[in-house]
């Protein structure tokens, strides 16, 4: 049986393959690669492809998983913390491009009805190269990550007020007032619908299904779950990806978000991929190589234009310069909306032939840059804050500049914390525990008016510019730690921190062993990688269950820290003391006799009274290796001795004192 699309998915995946790869090797973005299979295998290039149809539909299905697993990876109430920058800061970037593209396009000679729809589908940016890239970045929690997701989520919601529009400026005889008025009780019951669906509905029913134990089922349902939203929020009017980003949000409000995300991840990387090769394809070479110049004139304009554009809107909201920057150069692309967006236009002659092949090669071009450009954002951020202050101009915020007033003055001998996520949060805990005086250091305004409402030391700023490490007195500070997630902001901070101080101790926070050393030569006194310490963790649990000794576990683990976080470089002498799993289906703990107190040292067990006196019980002892598997009430304990005890943990840890 001969199936058609078989073979262009073949061909497709065929060249993916290869194009990756190549690209992986010189270390480019596999978005890139994806693009550029597009490019060549579609109609305009070696037309390899006959199923483009096809294609597009498996396209349309990546988009969904991948905005189904961005709303799973976040939250309702996370959702709320942005609602501000959703509504104003989309509002402004979607307002202030639609008013700066319709009057250029208008002064070039068009009419005002093709302006301002030109002017929408610039306004638009790719929710799916976005979010892919500043996912595979781990920057989804940064600032700047978080405003271009808020932004992307009012793109998409007004594309659908933008598609009702385009008949009426084409003269089309649409009652526009009632279709809006449908629109806000269809978004209104959508929102109803969402919240029920989170709160009371969907926690039940994945319940239900995990306690099957069955896999399959648990898929069946998350998948169905995707695709039910998202086609009731089409049949609504509404888009697909809004439903699958919807859908995801209603999921991850359950406890078993995690493992849909584990199970769709594998499938979202797949049809992502159909998306990205399908967007490709829509280039036509020949329009672009006798148009090159004009078109990349186009698309830094765009460039410049746009991100200009996004930063006003998110500096309005009062945050840092360079986060406003970083957002700006995140959304500069026009995404695949306007693609949509745009045949209804031709359909409506809003737009010429000629016209959507200028924006068609202009939007493909931006999106093949958007990697690279995200990828050198904190550069260029970085030089331009750094230029613009030897200009003399004041990069602070509202703020910024009043945080000042609720720093005491006389600070010093303190603690500095830059980054409140779950470890900064926890250090505060324990420093207000021990009546450490500190003062904390974040980004996220929403965070900070919360904490600071509840009397924490908190300001809002950004740690990589000098003024705000001079505001919390860190030439005063005894020592500061460094808890953010970003790596490059985190070396910027530590450059600066050594600049004005270069005897405070500093601890910094990273993910990987890879970039200790590099931390290390930039100044600070220790780094704790999360992924070293997850792997002390494993394998303390590990070895304390095969009954090693508590005082080895412990020599080991500082064997390890003390060797810069090498984790097993070198020979490490590892204990001797392993026994085999006879006795690991029992609550036994393994203990070794290191006081030379003659309270427990060379007197027989049964005057020890140990069952009485601490609630234990010697099962075996272990000396010199040898192991004495009969344990007699005469024999006697011995300095290095090491006991295996049955006993509450209570009373284990008490006799452990008593010996060690």
């Known amino acids: 049986m001969h199936i058609p699309l078989l073979n262009d998915i073949l061909i497709l995946l065929g060249f993916s393959v290869v194009i990756v790869f190549v690209l992986q090797r010189l270390k480019l973005p596999s978005i890139i690669g994806f693009l550029l299979t597009g490019v060549i295998i579609g109609p305009y290039g070696l037309s390899l492809i006959k199923a483009v149809e096809e294609v597009e539909i498996l396209s349309e299905i990546g988009v969904i998983l991948l905005l189904f697993v961005i709303g799973m990876e976040l939250s309702i109430k996370q959702l709320v913390s942005i609602k501000k920058t959703v509504f104003i800061g989309g509002f402004l970037q979607v307002g202030i491009t639609v008013g700066v593209a319709s009057l250029v396009y208008n002064l070039l000679g068009n009419t005002w009805n093709e302006s301002v729809f030109v002017g929408f589908l610039f306004s638009l940016s790719s929710t799916a190269i976005v979010l892919k890239t500043l996912q595979d970045r781990q920057e989804l929690s940064e600032p700047h990550a978080r405003n271009a997701l808020a932004i992307l989520i009012f793109q998409d919601i007004i594309v659908v007020p933008m598609m009702l529009i385009t008949p009426m400026m084409a003269g089309e005889n649409n009652d526009l007032g009632m279709s809006i008025f449908k629109l806000v009780l269809k978004s209104a019951f959508v929102v109803m619908v969402t919240y029920i669906s989170a709160r009371y509905i969907v926690p039940k029913l994945m319940h239900a299904v995990a306690k099957t134990n069955s896999k399959e089922l648990f898929l069946l349902v998350t998948i169905t779950l995707c695709f039910a939203i998202a086609f009731f929020t089409s049949e609504l009017g509404l888009s697909l990806a809004l439903g699958a980003f919807i859908a995801g ?342 203990l070794r006799v290191r006081s030379d107190s003659n309270k427990f040292l060379g007197k027989p067990i049964r005057e020890l009274d140990l069952r009485a006196l601490y609630g234990i019980n010697i099962l075996s002892i272990k000396r010199k290796n040898v192991m004495l598997e009969s344990v007699q009430p005469d024999d006697v304990l011995k300095q290095g001795d090491v006991l295996y005890i049955l006993g509450e943990q209570s009373n284990v840890e008490r006799f452990q004192k008593l010996i060690k």
């Open 249 to 590: 949000l209603i999921v991850s409000e359950s406890e078993y978000s995690h493992q849909a995300t584990s199970i769709i991840l594998p499938f979202r990387e797949l049809f992502t991929s159909f998306f990205f090769v399908s967007v490709g394809m829509l280039l036509d070479l020949n329009f672009f190589i006798h148009n090159v110049l004009i078109i990349l004139l186009i698309v830094v304009i765009v460039l410049i234009v746009k991100s200009l554009i996004t930063a006003i809107a998110v500096a309005v909201l009062k945050y840092p310069t360079k986060t406003a920057i970083l957002t700006g150069l995140s959304l500069f692309q026009v995404g695949e909306f306007a693609f949509i967006l745009s045949k209804i236009g031709i359909e409506y002659n809003l737009l010429t032939p000629e016209t959507n092949q200028y924006f068609l090669s202009v939007s493909i071009v931006s999106m093949i840059l958007t990697p690279f450009v995200i990828i050198f954002s904190e550069t260029i951020a970085g030089r331009f804050v750094g230029v613009s202050k030897k200009l003399g101009f004041n990069n602070k915020t509202d703020s910024d500049l009043n945080i000042g007033e609720t720093i005491d003055s006389g600070l010093e001998n303190h603690l500095v914390i830059i980054g409140y996520g779950i470890n900064g949060s926890n250090l505060a805990k324990a420093a207000i525990a021990s009546n450490i005086p500190f003062i904390v250091i974040e980004m996220n305004a929403e965070i900070v008016k919360q904490e600071k409402a509840k009397g924490l030391p908190i300001i809002f700023g950004d740690a990589t510019q000098d003024h705000i490490l001079e505001t919390v007195h860190l030439y005063r500070a005894r020592a500061a730690v460094i808890a953010i997630s970003g790596n490059h902001a985190t070396k910027t901070i530590l450059k600066n921190i050594r600049a004005i101080s270069d005897t405070l101790y500093l601890v910094v926070r990273t993910r990987y062993i890879a970039e200790t050393s590099e931390l290390l030569a930039l100044g600070a006194d220790d780094v704790i990688p999360e992924e070293f310490e997850t792997s002390i963790q494993i394998f303390e649990h590990i070895l304390h269950n095969f009954l090693v000794p508590e005082g080895d576990i412990e020599q080991f683990v500082e064997k390890v820290r003390s060797d810069n976080y090498q984790l097993f470089k070198g020979e490490l002498k590892r204990p001797k003391t392993y026994i085999k799993n006879e006795l690991a289906d029992f609550n036994i703990s393994c």
